[in-house]
């Protein structure tokens, strides 16, 4: 890695650690959180910016001193955690603290040809790069089924200081989008499903597949509300398939020391009834292995 990247992502975790630590009680250095402090973290994570990473990933750039940086996307989202718009901005905040010095010897060897040379290159390159617009497209798919999301979703396109640019998807279940800016910041609302926000950087691929998690209990109370009792057999089966028989699903507190255990059936039929712990629920992190989750933390709010 980058002494100046290693620098900068060191800073970023100082701020998320102050961040997380001005509401919740745990100690001051990250590479000391464990267990339920972890899982805390996952879950104050996705409630401030609607993402998450997952516990491997925080052991890997967290406990450790990794060799590499994050992906961008999970730079940007760590950085929003932390009160910036993304990892640039944040960067630019921090800038103080990595100064590139040039000697006075090397500045007398630029000739007034030189500097006006590269003067006209900086103009150049500035004009291209801040003229150019990317297109983006977006396509949204079931988060278990990895299927395409075929009713049309409405996008809001956040524009700081400006109104929202609304779009529908199509019978895809995508969308495309095209901006000058760096990033783009937009919301997603579906039937049926969580509403997430996304905020996605102009630097990484422009076509990207956006996992959606089903709202169980708007799906739920739906069902019953029609008396549809054979969809509500169709979701348990779903679920059925997608858990693996010996998948080890647990529930951790808020503010209680421990875990709870699940069976999958016991699982199933929580998921499926439509009460106010579904209502709250929170999914903190799964693990799949051949198509089926073998392993699922959760949360209730």
């Known amino acids: ?13 100082e701020a998320i650690a102050n961040t997380f630590l001005a509401s919740n009680s745990a ?20 409630s401030n910016t609607k993402g ?47 100064v590139d010095t040039i000697s006075e010897e090397k500045k007398t060897k630029l000739t007034a040809p030189l500097l006006g040379a590269l003067v006209l290159l900086i103009a150049v390159f500035g004009y291209f790069y801040f003229n150019q617009e990317n297109t983006f497209t977006f396509c949204l798919v079931d988060e278990d089924e990895q299927t395409p999301l075929s009713n049309s979703t409405r996008i809001e396109i956040l524009k700081p200081g400006e109104s929202s640019v609304f779009l529908q998807t199509d019978d895809k279940g995508c969308f495309s989008y095209s901006t000058a800016n760096d990033y783009i910041n937009f919301v997603v609302q579906s039937p049926y499903y969580k ?40 979701r348990r089966s779903q679920l059925e398939n997608l858990i693996a028989p010996k998948a080890q699903i647990y529930q951790v507190f808020t503010n209680v020391t421990g875990i709870e255990l699940f069976t999958k059936k016991e699982f199933i039929h929580k998921m499926t009834i439509p009460t106010s712990a579904l209502k709250n629920m929170h999914i903190l992190d799964k693990e799949y292995a051949n198509g089926q989750i073998t392993k699922l933390k959760f949360i209730i709010r």
């Open 52 to 98: 998450s990473i997952s516990e491997k990933s925080f052991y890997t750039y967290f406990k450790k001193t990794p060799d590499k940086l994050p992906r961008i996307d999970v730079l940007n989202l760590l950085s929003l955690y932390a009160g910036y718009t993304n990892w640039e901005e944040f960067k630019n905040a921090h800038s103080g603290f990595i």
């Open 1 to 13: 890695m980058i002494e100046a990247n290693a620098t900068y992502f060191k800073l970023l975790k």
């Open 27 to 46: 100690p001051k250095r990250m590479t000391d959180w464990k267990g339920d402090t972890i899982s805390l973290f996952q879950e104050d994570l996705r």
């Open 195 to 234: 509403t997430d926000s996304v905020l996605h950087s102009t630097s990484s691929r422009k076509r990207l597949m956006i996992p959606m998690r089903k709202d169980d209990y708007a799906l739920m109370l739906k069902y019953y509300s029609d008396g549809n009792l054979a969809d509500v057999q169709k």
